[in-house]
């Protein structure tokens, strides 16, 4: 409870900090589907200067062969969740903690990254699975039932909040509002799990929009054709201050902050050398101040973890 309330008083003071900051990257040739976007990582100036980026021998030597043999770590993201993972101005980059992650894992490892944009959050876990890739850093929830399948790096704690149209028209002020209304979310998301929990609970059950592509989820709150959104609370916060993407202006109700639990970079069960070797990457970062300086960068001070840890999701159970 204690760390609850702490996090909660972090989110307030958090609350219209964030700013847009690009890092240089350079799109190379899709060599998937149509539908991912391949981009191969160059490490920009603030974040090579970083203290604890830098080459680490042992780091490299604990990489998986094929990882160390090809140089190239292959990093699947979902590029719709500012500011962790999305497209900067030109719609070529892609920016975000995630990316300035994934370039100083690069540096530490002395690999080069690339970064594949998989267009959709339900796309990850399969892709990890699969093998295709070696891990993937986006808005992804770290949950106990996920964890049968994939393990979690925790890299950062969030909360769900509601997003409404500019000006609130249906005074929507906590959950339970959100009963009899239409509800967007993304499909196979944490935040459609909580819409379909809440609506078992409402007199009047939530009509539940299950869109694959967040974008389009932002884009059916935007027109009218949902009422609100569950999402994450730094994407919402973020996405509102800045007012990405075109049409009518939206709002998050940033008095909500629930189902607060982590956000984690995520493994193949097969793949724990890859998992060790980040987890030792990410503590140095901690330790170093490097992972703070990025967090900072990003606005997202107030949602620091303070040890990397693996699979901790027990520790905190999500209240929907």
């Known amino acids: 409870m204690t760390k609850s309330f702490r996090m909660n008083s972090a989110f307030r003071q ?83 903690i995630a990316a300035d992650l994934a370039t100083a894992f690069g540096v530490m490892f002395g690999v080069d990254v690339e970064m594949i944009d998989l267009a959709m959050d339900s796309a990850t876990i399969p892709a990890i699975k699969s093998g295709r890739f070696d891990m993937a850093i986006a808005g992804t929830n770290d949950t106990v039932e996920r964890q049968q399948q994939i ?62 592509k967040q974008p389009d989820v932002i884009v059916a709150v935007r027109s009218g054709r949902a009422d609100a959104t569950i999402n ?30 982590y956000v984690g970079m995520v493994f193949s069960k097969q793949n724990s050398a890859m998992r060790d070797a980040s987890q030792r990457a990410l503590q140095k970062l901690i330790d170093s101040g490097g992972y703070k ?10 949602l620091v973890v303070e040890q990397a840890k693996i699979n901790d999701a027990g520790s905190l159970p999500l209240d929907y």
Do not use: H
């Open 293 to 302: 300086a990025i967090m900072e960068k990003w606005g997202l001070a107030p």
């Open 232 to 261: 994450g609370y730094a994407t919402s916060v973020y996405t509102t201050e800045n007012q990405i993407q075109n049409g009518r202006g939206l709002e998050a109700i940033q008095e909500v902050r629930e189902a607060v639990g």
């Open 151 to 212: 393990d979690f790096l925790d890299y950062m704690y969030d909360g769900k909040t509601i997003m409404v149209q500019q000006g609130n028209p249906l005074k929507i002020g906590e959950m339970k509002d959100l009963c009899g209304k239409t509800v967007a979310v993304g499909v196979g998301t944490l935040q459609e799990k909580i819409a379909m929990s809440l609506s078992g609970r409402c007199q009047e059950a939530i009509n539940i929009l299950s869109i694959p």
């Open 14 to 96: 958090w609350a219209g900090s964030l700013a847009v900051v690009a890092c240089c990257l350079s799109p190379v040739p899709n060599a998937f589907a149509q539908s991912e976007n391949v981009v191969r990582m160059s490490v920009a100036a603030d974040i090579g200067a970083l203290p604890g980026v830098e080459l680490d021998q042992a780091l490299r030597d604990s990489l998986p062969a094929s990882v160390r043999d090809s140089g190239t770590l292959r990093v699947a993201t979902a590029a719709f969740t500012p500011p962790i993972s999305f497209y900067g101005p030109n719609n070529t980059e892609i920016v975000g």
